[in-house]
């Protein structure tokens, strides 16, 4: 009798940065001398804010805790000053966190005149011979010419590093730092949307590379979640889940119940948080609709296939892997494109071509001849346009999504966004790789795009997002390696011919 075909729908929630364990500490900072070299102890008395007259003045200590973190040589000193850096500093408001990073972002940058000065150094030395044997028996005037250029090049080696790697260690390997770490790009990342600074973004860009390697999956710990786990574990579960939430205990008893599983990426400095977790539900078919599973988003790198690597030892006769994806930038991609297009064909309309010959340049038709035809037979008052991307723009546009729910409109958007969906998911790219967050993610982790799924989520987010369309991502173990790396190296999107052929 041939193996039963189950279906694994995987789930992940990255865990969003929680502020609210340290909101009690904005009652209190520590005072610091404002000479860091006068308080080489690192003793600090603590006092409460409210001693400081202003939050200038609380701002001021907080930055220069910062400092002595930065150049203090003391571990014990260190250890003491860091904590009172982490404190301070949840005492700040977001604008004071903002010029704080900016602060740090600058004043302990790179030393750029100190790297000018070595590029001079070292573009005037001769380089050391490739050949070890000759470097062996070279006469002692080359043996100290090398010595020279090795020292300078380590020397401009250390100096390209910013001073604030520095302090990203120093947090890295103090009790919490790696979670307050976390907490602090966060905020970053809030204030870069606001404040697009070279120097934040330089910043940012290197306590990602930080953190990147700091949480690596050779320092994470892979941990199935269960109904017998702690209290406080299950509780972060539910807060963490977004895209599916769970309403009750009795719900997430099930989720974590018979024919479910839920795996969950730890680290050792920070204990009973999960970074990431996957929930896989057990099926008999490749799931269709959120409605019976649960949709797949932000799944850990190297997690997937270890979570398949388990249920496969476990469950033998398990023959698909498979998600149930949200596809979050469909409908804005989609909304771009027509009100693009509509523009072009107006400024066409009117002749206004020579003008503006990007019109011409870029107009492309979006719609098949028979699908424009469909959507002109819908025109109506609340749906008008002069073509047919005018009244889908119009329809998908109104603020209520009633077309989602009407049965003389659905059926004739239905082929319309399934084929825009498919050529979405398969054709527009950036740099190469698939438009789609969700999509680039499952793609380069080596999954095919197996099947999209019309009104698959009928939430308003949902229809927000994608137009209530799903899509399955299969992971097939003896094609993960082959379909990564073709895609890395190609931007080659594997899909199934059901997908092809709504093209």
Not at 32 to 61: A, E, K
Not at 237 to 255: C, F, M, T
Not at 312 to 319: A, L, N, R, T
Request: neutral net charge.
């Amino acid at each position: 009798m041939s193996k039963k075909k189950l279906a694994i729908l995987l789930r992940a929630r990255m865990r969003s940065s929680n502020h609210s364990a340290k909101s009690s500490l904005s009652q209190f900072t520590k005072e610091i001398p404002s000479n860091p070299q006068d308080n080489q102890s690192g003793d600090h008395i603590l006092r409460n804010s409210s001693n400081f007259g202003t939050n200038g003045r609380v701002y001021d200590v907080v930055r220069e805790t910062m400092h002595t973190a930065i150049s203090a040589t003391k571990t014990g000193g260190s250890d003491i000053t860091l904590n009172d850096f982490e404190e301070g500093y949840f005492s700040l408001s977001l604008e004071d966190r903002g010029k704080l990073l900016l602060a740090l972002a600058k004043e302990y940058d790179v030393n750029r005149e100190q790297v000018r000065e070595l590029i001079k150094q070292y573009l005037g030395l001769e380089t050391p011979s490739s050949d070890d044997y000759a470097e062996l028996h070279s006469s002692p005037k080359k043996e100290a010419s090398s010595s020279v250029f090795y020292r300078v090049e380590w020397s401009l080696r250390h100096a390209l590093k910013p001073t604030y790697e520095t302090f990203f260690e120093r947090l890295n390997t103090h009790p919490g730092g790696l979670q307050f770490l976390s907490i602090l790009r966060a905020d970053l990342l809030l204030i870069l949307t606001k404040e697009n600074m070279p120097s934040l973004r330089a910043l940012d860009s290197y306590l990602k590379e930080k953190l990147g390697m700091w949480l690596s999956p050779a320092t994470l710990e892979l941990h199935q979640i269960t109904w017998d786990d702690p209290a406080s574990l299950l509780e972060k579960i539910v807060a963490y889940e977004a895209v599916h939430p769970i309403s009750n205990l009795l719900d997430l008893k099930r989720r974590l119940g018979i024919g479910r599983r839920c795996f969950g990426y730890f680290h050792p400095s920070i204990p009973g948080e999960p970074l990431i977790f996957i929930e896989v539900a057990l099926m008999e078919t490749v799931a269709q609709t959120i409605q019976p599973g649960l949709a797949g988003i932000n799944l850990g790198k190297f997690l997937i296939k270890r979570v398949i690597t388990l249920v496969k030892k476990e469950m033998p006769h398990v023959s698909t892997f498979a998600t149930l994806s949200p596809i979050p930038g469909y409908m804005q991609w989609l909304l771009s494109k027509l009100s693009s297009q509509s523009r072009f064909a107006e400024e066409e309309r009117g002749g206004g071509t020579q003008s503006n010959p990007t019109s011409s340049t870029f107009s492309e038709k979006v719609l098949l001849p028979e699908e424009e035809q469909a959507l002109m037979s819908l025109s109506d008052d609340s749906s008008s346009g002069s073509n047919g991307m005018e009244v889908l723009l119009n329809l998908l546009s109104a603020k209520n999504c009633d077309w989602a729910t009407s049965p003389r409109i659905l059926p004739v958007l239905e082929p319309i966004l399934m084929r825009l969906c498919a050529r979405y998911l398969l054709q527009e790219k950036k740099r190469g790789k698939a438009l789609d967050s969700v999509a680039n993610f499952h793609l380069q982790n080596g999954a095919m795009v197996e099947r999209i799924n019309w009104m698959a989520d009928r939430s308003e987010k949902g229809i927000h997002q994608s137009g209530g369309i799903m899509v399955n991502y299969v992971y097939r173990l003896e094609n993960i390696e082959d379909f990564a790396q073709s895609y890395f190296g190609s931007g080659q999107i594997h899909a199934s011919p059901g997908i092809h052929s709504r093209l």
